[in-house]
T-cell receptor, first 111, second 113 residues
Framework: DTGVSQNPRHKITKRGQNVTFRCDPISEHNRLYWYRQTLGQGPEFLTYFQNEAQLEKSRLLSDRFSAERPKGSFSTLEIQRTEQGDSAMYLC?????????FGSGTRLTVV | AQSVTQPDIHITVSEGASLELRCNYSYGATPYLFWYVQSPGQGLQLLLKYFSGDTLVQGIKGFEAEFKRSQSSFNLRKPSVHWSDAAEYFCAVHRDSNYQLIWGAGTKLIIKP
């Protein structure tokens, strides 16, 4: 068990391009969360999976954002037509019950 | 609705001095409370958690926190800080309806040599 793994660690993209991030949770954890964090702020909830089912999505998650967790294992977060306001750290966390284990995050810079 | 308040945006402490970071929560039932630490450019690491039982909980890196129901507080303490403790600290509480965390805005800890 190597914890929660996120790839890539950093991504620089041009405005309008699509990006995809991957999260590999701890294998026995059935819940997976995506958060977004901007500088000087706490994490903002984006979406949540229990096994392969996406149970909740934040209003922050516009239709340009989509997340999947096929087979209840790894998850991907895709942002289409990126905008400069999407620049942030994207954090993934997993849990079995209460309390999360976070990955190191993917820092997205949209130029 | 549940909420978490961390009243101090920044705290500056001399190396070797004691530390207390404040956290107040609003929650109807017995809360599940957490403190996380985040170093620059890194993810969040769990320091400690309170679910029930002894109101003084011990965590990693020499941190402890005390749950005080009467004050709706869960303050984080360390008797003697080290330069490596410089980071941002987040307090969080679990929501009722699912396993989501509600986060405070964070307190940035600055260590003076």
């Amino acid at each position: 068990d190597t914890g929660v793994s996120q790839n890539p660690r950093h991504k620089i993209t041009k405005r309008g391009q699509n990006v995809t991030f991957r999260c590999d949770p701890i294998s026995e954890h059935n819940r997976l969360y995506w958060y977004r964090q901007t500088l000087g702020q706490g994490p903002e909830f984006l979406t949540y999976f229990q096994n392969e089912a996406q149970l909740e999505k934040s209003r922050l998650l516009s239709d340009r954002f989509s997340a999947e967790r096929p087979k209840g294992s790894f998850s991907t977060l895709e942002i289409q037509r990126t905008e400069q306001g999407d620049s942030a750290m994207y954090l993934c966390a997993s849990s079995f019950s209460y309390g999360y284990t976070f990955g190191s995050g993917t820092r997205l810079t949209v130029v | 609705a549940q909420s978490v308040t961390q009243p101090d945006i920044h705290i500056t402490v001399s190396e070797g001095a004691s530390l207390e970071l404040r956290c107040n929560y609003s929650y109807g039932a017995t809360p599940y409370l957490f403190w996380y630490v985040q170093s620059p450019g890194q993810g969040l690491q769990l320091l400690l958690k309170y679910f029930s039982g002894d109101t003084l909980v011990q965590g990693i890196k020499g941190f402890e926190a005390e749950f005080k129901r009467s004050q709706s507080s869960f303050n984080l303490r360390k008797p003697s800080v080290h330069w490596s403790d410089a980071a941002e600290y987040f307090c969080a509480v679990h929501r009722d309806s699912n396993y989501q965390l509600i986060w405070g805005a964070g307190t940035k800890l600055i260590i003076k040599p």
